[in-house]
């Protein structure tokens, strides 16, 4: 939902909605925006725009308590195909994540082919090292191909934030309630994989 107000998709005119209230704009926003505007939706399917909205408005009640999705290891705008990423997609709004396994790792070689990985240790270490969510290799492809100034989502923790690009940084907005009373402070830079944050204001400056 941020993100469609900040693309001036939705006008979100009061300070606060029930979750009611902002399920039924986001329902009449899909639907007016594929009717006007059908979007580019994921190669894996081959289903009409009619039975992808249809799929995607039955899942908007479980925006509630959040989107299960399953993403994959070889990049970071891959993931696994399932009805909630047609939310997304009916959006137009590009999804990213950052635990993205480099070439040089032991485990590379076994994104191609899964039937080659003897065991699921190597990579049970690999989610525990990259805990965060975000590892090196990812947090530089995020920074290298997100276009300036584009407004995407993150996929990170198991939570997702509107996710820009200024100067080569990568910025999250705030969302955090402690923070929102604070009008100065919009974005956090991401310094690292360890959820080294800075605080900034609307021009990304501290």
């Given amino acids: 939902m941020n993100i469609l107000s900040l693309k001036q998709l939705i006008n979100l005119k009061k300070d606060s909605y029930q979750e009611s209230e902002l399920i039924a704009i986001m329902r009449n926003f899909l639907i007016e925006f594929n009717t006007v505007q059908p979007s580019a939706y994921a190669d894996e399917i081959q289903l009409s725009l009619e039975k992808n909205l249809e799929d995607a408005l039955n899942i908007l009640p ?44 032991e485990l590379y070689p076994y994104l191609k082919d899964k039937d080659l990985l003897p065991t699921g240790i190597i990579l049970s270490q690999f989610i525990q090292n990259s805990s ?28 997702y934030s509107v996710l820009t690009s200024d100067g080569g940084e990568l910025f999250e907005l705030v969302t955090a309630a402690g923070l929102s009373k604070m009008a100065n402070i919009v974005w956090m830079r991401i310094d690292g994989t360890n959820n080294e944050l800075m605080l900034c204001n609307a021009d990304f400056y501290p």
């Fill in 62 to 105: 479980l925006l509630v308590r959040g989107l299960d999705i399953n993403l994959r290891f070889d990049g970071i705008k891959s993931f696994e195909f399932s009805a909630e990423m047609l939310i997304f997609d009916l959006c137009n709004i590009n999804l990213y994540h950052g635990q993205v396994i480099p070439p040089s790792d």
């Fill in 132 to 159: 965060t969510q975000t590892t090196e290799y990812g947090l530089n492809q995020l920074k290298y191909q997100l276009p300036e100034g584009q407004l995407s989502i993150l996929f990170k923790g198991n939570h």
